[in-house]
């Protein structure tokens, strides 16, 4: 079974914020019907909102600014990931 990259994982619910009953669950469920199941009832989106390592070197000592240009030419959009806005 494939796992999401190491970060930060949560739910937005219906309230702002992060976090449901489902968080605590989740990382700990192994069957495949269910994991089926929680998808649809869970939609889950991964946000990343910094590169620590690109092309076979180590970003973290840049400025964050140049690793967030590096992290939006990646152009990271889609139906499960997604990067957030960023203003300086």
């Known amino acids: 079974m494939a796992h ?3 970060g930060p994982a949560g739910t937005i619910g219906h309230r702002r914020g ?3 009953h489902a ?9 495949a019907t269910r994991i089926r199941q929680l998808t649809q009832q869970v ?3 991964y946000y990343a ?4 390592y690109r092309d076979g070197r180590l970003t973290i000592g840049l400025p964050y600014r140049q690793r967030r240009r590096l992290l939006e030419s990646l152009e990271l959009h ?3 990931w997604d990067t ?4 300086a």
């Open 18 to 20: 992060c976090g449901s």
């Open 23 to 31: 968080d605590a669950a989740a990382p700990h469920v192994q069957d």
């Open 43 to 45: 939609p889950v989106v």
């Open 4 to 6: 999401p990259p190491d």
């Open 49 to 52: 909102f910094d590169v620590l």
């Open 84 to 87: 957030p806005p960023y203003r």
């Open 78 to 80: 889609g139906p499960h």
